[in-house]
């Protein structure tokens, strides 16, 4: 299993490869279409998923193009439809982004606990409302990709629509924190950490 990281998406936000036998998954949005495919390519890789984190516009803005290009799944989570789908509601409007290319609806509405499978590999799927109500990370054997629940001492924003402080710092105690220490993190954000360093660190939580 290898991971490619772009991190200069919008508001810097990160986009994830993860492959494994030559199938890979796209998590997040917010690079180039141009960009995530040049990965691809280079590598031989053959979509599978595009895995979006939550349904704010600086992690779903490509989405759509990313899917024309890769022919992938859009995936999101049921609770994040709302959002993902209305431009008052995602950040479209209010951090003025062009909503002219609506993306379109998800091929596969996630649960808490579903598994993907990928390659050899299956990444698991962790509800973690807070930073939005459909908000999830992804477990893939030691690495955890936190979308923005959880940050390098520090967490996601909650006053966006749906966001809940009690909820985020519950998400992350319970569901987060409960993980083995030596599971890297690697947020929608930012440089990755560790649940342990987090555990220990982290002042928000």
């Known amino acids: 299993m290898e991971l490619t990281t772009l991190t200069n998406g919008i508001f810097g936000s990160n986009t994830y490869i993860v492959e494994s036998d030559k199938q890979c998954a ?47 799944l859009i995936c999101l ?6 959002l993902y789908s209305d431009s ?11 909503s002219d290319f609506p993306n379109p609806y998800p091929d596969c509405l996630l649960k808490h606990g579903d598994k993907l499978p990928l390659g050899d590999v299956n990444l698991e799927i962790i509800h973690t409302p ?5 908000c999830i990370s992804i477990l893939c054997e030691d690495m955890l990709f936190s979308g923005d629940t959880l940050f390098q001492l520090s967490v996601g924003r909650t006053d966006l ?7 985020i710092v519950e998400s992350i105690k319970t569901r987060l924190y409960t993980l083995d ?7 929608g954000h930012g440089m990755s950490t560790t649940i342990a360093y987090e555990r220990e660190n982290n002042p928000y939580v």
Do not use: E, M
């Not at 989570?77 to 709302?82: F, G, M, R």
């Not at 008052?88 to 062009?98: A, I, Q, R």
């Open 26 to 72: 796209i998590i997040d949005c917010g690079n180039k279409p141009q960009d995530i495919k040049r990965v691809i390519d280079s590598k031989g890789l053959h979509p599978k998923y595009i895995i979006l984190t939550h349904g704010h516009a600086d992690h779903i803005f490509y989405a759509g193009r990313v899917k024309d290009v890769t022919g992938a």
């Open 77 to 82: 989570h049921k609770d994040d439809l709302p």
């Open 161 to 167: 629509y749906g966001g809940s402080p009690k909820q």
């Open 130 to 134: 807070g930073h939005s109500p459909g």
């Open 181 to 187: 220490g030596s599971v890297t993190v690697y947020p």
């Open 88 to 98: 008052d509601k995602n950040g479209y409007n209010l951090f003025g982004f062009n």
